[in-house]
């Protein structure tokens, strides 16, 4: 890759569910294989004893865990090459059907000097409810507005990236990629997948993977693109270039799915 690049991947874990310790040989192999340089997991498991990111990763990283964790330990996690110089959290309970019980409400970011420049890196987790689309808008004002403030402090480039529950066409998602404003204002982000493959669907949920039904029964509704990479836009463009993206652990290996959502990785390129 070329010196002023940077390989960012995002994931959500699934806990400690199903076959862990065969996952977890997956999910090891995975990213020591990719070798990423910035990470955004959910679904990530910490405990007095336990990390969970640490575990999979190696001491390599510097990790950063999202202050408030269900009583499990269960939340979201950023891991980085090198050591945040910042790093904040926005509040996302942005309604009353916004239940505490099982959605912890902040999205991180974590300012990174990396080989392209100063970089916000966002790891963002709305609401997963699929009636919840209004919060999922709400949180995604929230979080954007977030971080132009943070923005404007100094950066040379923002990545958001995560399982936002949401398929492209919603309309936090829309409002994310620039197709449409919400609450009075906009933004634009460049979605990495739509950019390097605009014809094809790249699902990241989807029964295709048995494990989405394996603890609670997905099989409903249809393959669904929840899962992204997103690049912040300048008045001319995406500030970092996308030179490739492409989907994590959508197969199994030696018969063992290693997670129960597709990732996502791309490589930038200032």
Not at 46 to 67: I, K, M, N, R, W
Not at 112 to 117: C, E, V
Not at 141 to 164: M, N, P, T
Request: a negative charge; proline letters at 6%; glycine letters at 6%.
């Amino acid at each position: 890759m070329p010196a002023r690049s940077l390989r960012v991947a995002t994931l959500n874990v699934w806990g400690r569910h199903g076959d862990w310790p065969r996952r977890r040989e997956a999910l090891r192999s995975g990213f020591a294989a990719l070798q990423p340089d910035l990470i955004a997991l959910q679904e990530t498991v910490v405990t007095g004893d336990y990390d969970q990111v640490t575990d999979l990763l190696g001491s390599s990283y510097h990790v950063v865990h999202q202050s408030q964790r269900a009583d499990d330990g269960t939340g979201c996690s950023i891991a980085s090459r090198v050591p945040p110089v910042q790093v904040d959290e926005v509040d996302l309970c942005v309604t009353a059907r916004v239940d505490p019980a099982d959605f912890l409400g902040r999205s991180s970011a974590a300012q990174i000097d990396t080989p392209a420049g100063r970089v916000v890196f966002v790891n963002h987790k709305p609401s997963w409810r699929l009636p919840l689309e209004h919060e999922r808008e709400l949180q995604a004002v929230h979080a954007a507005a977030f971080i132009e403030k943070l923005v404007a402090q100094r950066a040379d480039h923002v990545v958001v990236a995560g399982d936002f529950d949401a398929r492209p066409e919603t309309a936090s998602m829309r409002f994310w990629t620039g197709r449409q404003s919400l609450e009075g204002t906009s933004v634009q982000y460049l979605d990495a997948w739509e950019h390097s493959h605009p014809d094809e669907p790249g699902h990241t949920f989807t029964t295709a993977n048995p494990l989405t039904v394996v603890e609670a029964d997905w099989s409903r509704i249809p393959p669904r693109r929840i899962d992204y990479v997103l690049v912040r836009c300048d008045d001319r463009g995406p500030t970092l270039r996308v030179a490739s993206c492409r989907r994590l652990f959508d197969r199994p290996v030696d018969g063992v799915w290693a997670s129960d959502h597709f990732g996502i990785t791309a490589d930038l390129v200032a």
